[in-house]
């Protein structure tokens, strides 16, 4: 706490912000938690924007990830504006930030929620870094949808934009049915994950199409859609991938990983 206090008192403008932040908010503990948190990535060099409630810790400040993230802002990105604008339109309930640091499992990715801040964190491993702008979008925007349904979840659907009745009734029921069989940690993600899978494959591959400029058919992008789901997606039933679409969608997609047409964030 007397680390904060010191840097408020050399940073007088930075306090002011956050000071009409609480009273924008009306100094709920949401917003004072935000507000401690905002500090503390301002001083380990981080950044945040107050108005649409976003925190960039400083690990991912400045990276490849960052770079992609910014891109599908500034491009409008369909999927991207529909899904992040629930958090960005200045009503969300719970605030969202972004770090890069270990994640479970080997995942591209890993949304998590902190009941005692109302925070929603999305940690992306270093290796993102390494990868390629269409790949790294991808896993952006399978993570915001974590976070999205992670938001309709813990409002218990009293948000803004909110899921039609039969949507939300069927997300958590997913959560209950899951809460009973598999260890807590994995609850959130095995419950969003097979709701994904019946409602976001197409959306997240005809993202990254138009991410890619629309250069190749949905096809070579639907790998992108299915990554991440496609074990859940081999044992609905009705099947809703065979063996032979998964073979063939893996091949499709490293055309456009491979080919020569680069984003900015690949320079």
């Excluded at 403008?13 to 100094?27: E, S, V, Y």
């Excluded at 049915?177 to 598999?182: A, K, L, P, V």
Aim: hydrophobic fraction near 35%; charged fraction near 20%; include cysteine.
């Amino acid at each position: 706490m007397g680390q904060q206090l010191q840097w408020l008192e050399k940073n007088e403008t930075l306090g002011m912000d956050i000071a009409r932040f609480f009273k924008q908010n009306n100094n709920s503990v949401v917003a004072k938690a935000f507000g401690k948190l905002a500090i503390e990535a301002w001083i380990a060099g981080g950044d945040v924007d107050f108005q649409n409630k976003i925190i960039k810790d400083s690990t991912f400040v400045g990276t490849k990830a960052d770079c992609v993230y910014e891109l599908l802002s500034s491009t409008n990105n369909n999927l991207f504006k529909n899904v992040l604008s629930t958090f960005t339109n200045g009503k969300a309930q719970f605030e969202l930030k972004f770090r890069i640091g270990e994640v479970p499992d080997g995942a591209d990715g890993s949304t998590t929620f902190d009941n005692n801040t109302g925070i929603i964190t999305i940690t992306f491993p270093q290796i993102i870094n390494a990868k390629s702008s269409i790949e790294i979008a991808s896993i952006i925007l399978h993570e915001g949808i974590h976070g999205e349904l992670r938001r309709i979840y813990e409002g218990k659907n009293q948000v803004s934009e909110p899921l039609p009745n039969n949507q939300y009734e069927y997300l958590v029921d997913l959560w209950d049915y899951f809460r009973g069989i598999s260890p807590p940690s994995k609850v959130s993600n095995n419950a969003s994950h097979t709701y994904m899978v019946h409602n976001h494959v197409l959306p997240i591959a005809n993202a990254v199409r138009e991410f890619d400029n629309n250069t190749y058919g949905i096809d070579y992008y639907m790998w992108f859609g299915w990554q991440g789901l496609s074990d859940i997606g081999k044992i609905t039933y009705p099947q809703l991938l065979t063996s032979s679409q998964e073979t063939n969608y893996i091949n499709l997609q490293q055309i456009p990983i491979n080919d020569s047409i680069k984003q900015s964030c690949d320079e």
